[in-house]
């Protein structure tokens, strides 16, 4: 038993390891940065999207935003689209479960939005789907995935694809670097 925590905390660190010894990588999490801190300075919102665990990260990553971070400020314009169950189990039932971020992306976000999906495999139909739309209205997409990119690599202008195919190592390399952007956007938008 022992011996295998040991072997997935490695793992873990393995994944960041790769990540931190990256450059390349690591402008890409700056540029995805700088395409959120220039939303919100333009008084424009960033809104997230995922399935399972990482609609959790969604919703955990909205709320650093919404809420705070580090810093005691005003709230800035942020949400996970999943969190309204009426219209999800709505349009889920009328429509289809791949409409659900589709749908709300035409109807409440515009040009200069950012929206970050979240997808380990980048193959989610209902991300996928809703970067299409996103990219019809010239809303900027961010997208959380594994090493491949999936079907989201040419849908994201900013790709942020942690170097793994193991789920939870790549679902704890997307919070970490969630958390990142948090920490660096609070600080540029209200520096003291």
Do not use: W
């Not at 961010?142 to 793994?164: C, E, Q, R, W, Y």
């Not at 704890?172 to 003291?192: K, P, R, V, W």
């Amino acid at each position: 038993m022992a011996t295998k925590i040991y072997d997935i905390i490695a793992a873990s660190i393995s994944v960041k390891q790769e990540i931190l010894s990256d450059a390349s990588f690591q402008q890409k999490v700056q540029a995805a940065t700088d395409a959120v801190i220039h939303a919100f300075q333009a008084g424009k919102k960033v809104m997230f999207c995922g399935n399972g665990g990482s609609a959790a990260d969604a919703q955990h990553l909205a709320a650093e935003f919404s809420g705070r971070f580090y810093k005691n400020r005003r709230a800035l314009p942020s949400d996970a689209l999943h969190c309204n169950t009426s219209y999800l189990t709505a349009v889920a039932n009328d429509y289809s479960y791949d409409d659900i971020y589709s749908r709300l992306v035409d109807g409440t976000m515009e040009k200069g939005d950012v929206l970050i999906g979240l997808s380990t495999s980048g193959n989610s139909p209902n991300i996928v789907k809703a970067f299409e739309t996103a990219r019809a209205k010239g809303i900027t997409t961010i997208g959380f995935t594994g090493a491949t990119g999936g079907k989201m690599k040419d849908l994201s202008d900013h790709l942020i694809n942690v170097p793994s195919t193991v789920t939870p190592r790549i679902q704890e390399s997307h919070i970490l670097l969630g958390h990142i952007i948090c920490e660096l956007t609070e600080a540029a938008i209200f520096n003291d």
